[in-house]
Structure formats: structure tokens, C-alpha cells
């Protein structure tokens, strides 16, 4: 699975209540994942101005959880 869809995963099975959700530290924001042009991979709060970004732990440790919920895979 690509990294960002990773992250999209977890997203929507957070959106069920599956997992918990991506939050904001700043403000419980909602985060979304992105890239920049040089190919590095981001969070962004939708809200304000917090970015965070993510490395391969970052994306092992979804997994993880998206596994530990997941039926299939
Ligand atoms: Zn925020």
C-alpha cells in the first residue's frame, strides 16, 4: 500500500471509530496527509497552521493499527 494511502485508511477508519483520529496538537484539528514537491510526506491541520512530518515509523505504526481493526489483508 502507498504511504499516503495509508494514511487515508487510517483516516476513514478513524472516521468509524475504529481508531483513534489524527489530531491536531495545537487544536484538535483534523490532519490530512500531503506531500511537498520535494516528495516529503506531511501532515496538515485543517484548521491552523500546524504541519508535522512523517517518516517510515510513522506509516509502520499505522499500520499496525489499521491491521489490528482490518477483517481482510
Ligand atoms: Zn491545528
Do not use: H
Not at 478513524?14 to 484538535?28: A, I, M, N, R, T
Not at 501532515?43 to 493499527?65: A, M, P, R, T, V
Amino acid at each position: 500500500m502507498r504511504q499516503i494511502q495509508t494514511v487515508s485508511k487510517y483516516i476513514a477508519l478513524s472516521q468509524e471509530g475504529l481508531v483513534s483520529k489524527l489530531e491536531c496538537p495545537l487544536d484538535q484539528g483534523l490532519l490530512m496527509p500531503n506531500q511537498d514537491l520535494d516528495g516529503n510526506d506531511f501532515l496538515y491541520c485543517l484548521s491552523c497552521s500546524y504541519k508535522k512530518n512523517i517518516g517510515i515509523q510513522f506509516y509502520e505504526d499505522l499500520n499496525k493499527k489499521i491491521k489490528a481493526v482490518s477483517k481482510n489483508d
